[in-house]
């Protein structure tokens, strides 16, 4: 991750974005904007503070704060509606906050839409999985890829062959990474005749296929198999340690998390952050079985 | 009091419990097993093996681009052949009645093309088709005759303001649900159709139009004049009773003209269209139809990718108005009647089968020329009327409906009132045909959803095949099925014991 500042408008950007998203400057065609700084790698991969969020007079997020470092896969736990999905939906961009800041590598996003969120690197999975239900598998891996060439309506029609060659590559990436999860014989499968696992682990590879830097899972092996659960548990390590990408993954099965290796955890309750630390210091913790067993 | 309440467990024993059906079925389906039986003893290897050979050769089925593809040809050739064989008094008629047909089915298909576009792939639910196709009739047809310009440079301008007023919808409507979207465009095909009524500037067109109807009139085609002056030399071969007579004669019909004209521009809609849904920038909007919010979390600025295809799609539409201006020379409200623009394009769109831009052409094909054989049916009356089979048995249906059961249950006077006697009840044709539009629609959509032809699937598998080797792609169940028959070839005394099991129970 390499971030720099915009020549146009001096609002810091980072080397995966395609335009600035304060002045929309065209961004990836000037590779002298990215020259390594000393400063980037202390940057948080994630970093929000004191998120509230109601709808109606239901107050659900009571001013959440949390931060993900770079190359860390961090746990989100608590007990069923205490708003972890809606802090995802919060920081991915797609419902906004009433109060609080969000920074993503460094980058103010508070008030971004999601697909410039997305293009600074983070890339989120759903609880639910929405896959595009009436488009193969394999088509649902080639939405996510960044700079395609016919994302523009000129290019799409005249780009012909350039488009062809790209196809190929995507087609290539694509298939490597079902590999990976092990599921490319259902690449020409329809997303909507998958079982509830395996759209899990699409849904995973659309995620990889974003080339995510910071990537944020929501539930990612709920109605998975416990070999599987494990299996894809062992896959996002070694995303981490192959790619160097930061992981925030939320999980309600306390115990499961704790025994997955994760760097640190936040336990959140009532829409607060009740605890964070490493799984060890979680395990102590009374608040935390509190939450979970008492009242 | 008794009596009755039994009465009505009885009925609702028959209807609940079926007995009726019951009955016949125990009667009749015997004797259906038994031909049943006998038919698949006879036929049931032939068609296993026929349908063995057409799903490897097309897996897919009519999922198959290559099985879509014969498929649309067949249907369209056999479609041909139909419109060639229609009635017709002399050569002259049947000529004009060939070209004004492919005229209009080359409109509607552009307009089912550019429904496409919003609905079949980018989910945007548009029943207002006909208000982007009539921005470009009557801005061509104003051009053209109230301001003089040339007809193509009218065209290409009306296109032009049809994408931007396109694109700029979609400000205030992006944020609509689907179906709240729907309603705005029914009211724009309004606002526009009672503008054309309403409006001086639009009702009267030019000083040359009749201010009585409402109008645009004197809407030249391109290069009309000519045409229609010198025309074109074509070659006829004659069937003389003898045999063939080659005899040249002067086409001046300037539907001729624009039937070619048409097919040409649809074929340039078409490959555009095509390369359109076909690139990155159509999978986005694939992705919108399905799941916008995921789309959005994915990088694709969903609202410039739904504002683009709002336009592209409202100026394709244009471009088929501005045809449809050039062939009726005339442009008058009742163009816009939404039961004889957008109904017929809903109604191709689902014949021929949401998100396939051949499909949408096979539909407006079959409803273009349904439309036309209802409306020389509406031409026929009296004795003519009589000969007609078709008509005798609807007019029989409709009689015994109006007069049997009708006359039954409101009495004799409340028909013949109204109607006359039961001897010259007859059916609307033009009604006749709405109902059967929408009774085509209805059952479509419940019985048929994907259409004729249905969407393609994303399976690359030439690319695939060159990138991972052949196995990759096999199902699992394919691959398991695979297996166990391998297995069972390899253990083949097992299996015969097990089929002697079989015969025994
Ligand atoms: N769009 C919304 N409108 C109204 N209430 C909402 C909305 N989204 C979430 N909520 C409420 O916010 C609370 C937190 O929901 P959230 O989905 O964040 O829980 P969660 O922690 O993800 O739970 P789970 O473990 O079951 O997934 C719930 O009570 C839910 O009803
Ligand atoms: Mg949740």
């Known amino acids: 991750m390499m971030s720099a500042n915009c020549p146009s408008c001096g609002q810091k950007v980072v080397d995966t974005m395609i335009e600035c998203p304060s002045c929309g400057a065209d961004l990836h065609k000037d590779p002298k904007l990215w020259i390594k700084k000393d400063g980037d790698m202390d940057a948080k991969a994630l970093e929000i503070e004191g998120i509230h969020k109601s709808f109606g007079g239901f107050h659900v997020l009571k001013g959440v704060t949390l931060d993900v470092e770079p190359h860390e896969i961090v746990g989100l736990i608590g007990p069923n509606g205490c708003g972890k999905t809606t802090t995802f939906n919060v920081i991915s961009g797609l419902i906004p906050a009433d109060s609080g800041s969000v920074k993503v590598f460094g980058i103010d996003a508070t ?22 239900k009436d488009m193969t598998v394999l088509e649902n891996l080639l939405v996510p890829p960044k700079e395609q060439i016919g994302f523009r309506i000129r290019d799409a029609i005249l780009r012909r062959k350039a488009l062809k060659e790209q196809e190929r590559e995507l087609i290539e990436k694509a298939f490597s990474i079902l590999d990976f999860l092990e599921i490319s014989h259902i690449a020409f499968n329809y997303a909507s005749e998958l079982s509830g696992g395996q759209s899990k682990l699409v849904d995973l590879g659309r995620v990889l296929m974003s080339d995510p830097k910071l990537l944020l899972l929501d539930e990612p092996v709920a109605g998975v198999a416990g070999p599987l659960a494990n299996k894809v548990f062992n896959k996002i390590h070694e995303l981490r340690s192959r790619l160097g990408i930061s992981v925030l993954i939320i999980e309600h099965n306390m115990d499961f998390i704790l025994r997955k290796g994760v760097d640190r955890v936040f336990v959140m309750n009532r829409g607060e952050v009740l605890v964070s630390g490493t799984p060890l210091e979680i395990k102590k913790s009374r608040d935390v079985i509190e939450a979970y067993l008492g009242e | 009091m008794k009596k009755r309440v039994s009465l009505k467990s009885r009925i609702k024993a028959l209807i609940v419990d079926n007995r009726v059906a019951k009955k016949f079925r125990e009667i009749t389906s015997p004797m259906f097993q038994k031909i049943g039986n006998t038919s698949k003893r006879i036929f049931g290897p032939y068609f296993e093996k026929m349908k063995k050979a057409f799903y490897t050769r097309f897996p897919d089925g009519r999922k198959d681009p290559r099985f879509s593809n014969i498929l649309f040809w067949i249907t369209m050739a056999l479609l041909t052949a139909i419109l060639i064989l229609q009635p017709s008094a002399n050569f002259e008629s049947k000529r004009l009645l060939v070209y004004s047909v492919i005229t209009k089915m080359v409109i509607f298909s552009i307009m089912a093309i550019a429904l496409n576009l919003h609905t079949g792939y ?141 097919i040409i521009l649809l074929a340039g809609v078409y490959v555009f269209s095509e390369y359109l849904v076909n690139s990155p920038y159509g999978r986005a909007l694939k992705g919108i139809r399905e799941d916008e919010e995921a789309v959005e979390s994915y990088g694709v600025d969903v609202f410039h990718t739904k504002a683009w295809i709002l336009g592209i799609g409202s100026g394709i539409a244009a471009l088929a108005g501005g045809l449809w201006a050039w062939a009726l020379g005339f442009i008058g409200p009742s163009f816009m009647n939404p039961a004889a623009s957008t109904f017929l394009v809903w109604a191709a769109f689902i014949l021929g089968g949401k998100a396939n831009n051949k499909g949408m052409i096979l539909g407006a094909y079959i409803i273009v020329l349904s439309d036309q054989t209802f409306r020389g ?46 001897s010259s009840i007859e059916v609307d044709v033009n009604f006749l045909q709405i109902s059967l539009v929408g009774l ?19 399976r690359p598998r030439k690319i695939v095949e060159e990138i991972t080797g052949k196995t990759k792609f096999e199902s699992a169940q394919e691959a398991s099925q695979k297996a166990f028959l ?6 083949k005394p097992g299996s ?8 025994e129970t």
């Open chain 1, 111 to 132: 008030n971004m839409k999601p697909y410039q969120i997305n293009r600074i690197g983070l890339s989120r999975t759903f609880q639910n999985t929405r896959l595009w």
């Open chain 2, 122 to 262: 980018s989910g945007l639910v548009n029943f207002g088709v006909i208000f982007f196709a009539g921005i470009g009739a009557v801005g061509t047809g104003l051009l053209i005759s109230a301001y003089g310009v040339d007809p193509l440079l009218s065209i290409a301008l009306s296109v032009l303001i049809a994408v931007a007023v396109g694109y700029l919808l979609s400000y205030p409507t992006i944020r609509l649900r689907a179906d709240y979207f729907a309603i705005v465009t029914i009211a724009l095909g309004e606002i526009l159709r009672l503008a054309l009524i309403v409006d001086p500037f639009l009702k009267s067109g030019t000083e040359k139009a009749n201010i009585e109807s409402p109008g645009i009139a004197n809407i030249k085609g391109p290069f009309q004049d000519w045409w229609e002056a010198t025309g074109v030399t074509m070659v006829r071969f004659k069937w003389t009773g003898m045999g063939f007579k080659i005899e040249t004669y002067q086409e001046t019909n300037y539907f001729f003209f624009l039937s070619i004209f048409g």
């Open chain 2, 377 to 422: 049916l509406a031409t026929l009356s009296g004795a003519e009327r009589q000969q007609n089979i078709f008509l005798r048995v609807v007019d029989d249906i409709f009689r015994f409906i109006v007069v049997d059961i009708g006359g039954f249950l409101f009495g004799k006077s409340s028909y013949e009132d109204t109607l006359g006697p039961a």
């Open chain 2, 440 to 458: 085509i629609i209805i059952i479509s959509m419940m019985k048929f959803e994907e259409g004729i032809l249905p969407e393609i699937p994303y």
């Open chain 2, 486 to 491: 391998e297995a069972k070839q390899t253990e």
């Open chain 2, 496 to 503: 015969e014991k097990e089929k002697t099991g079989a015969n």
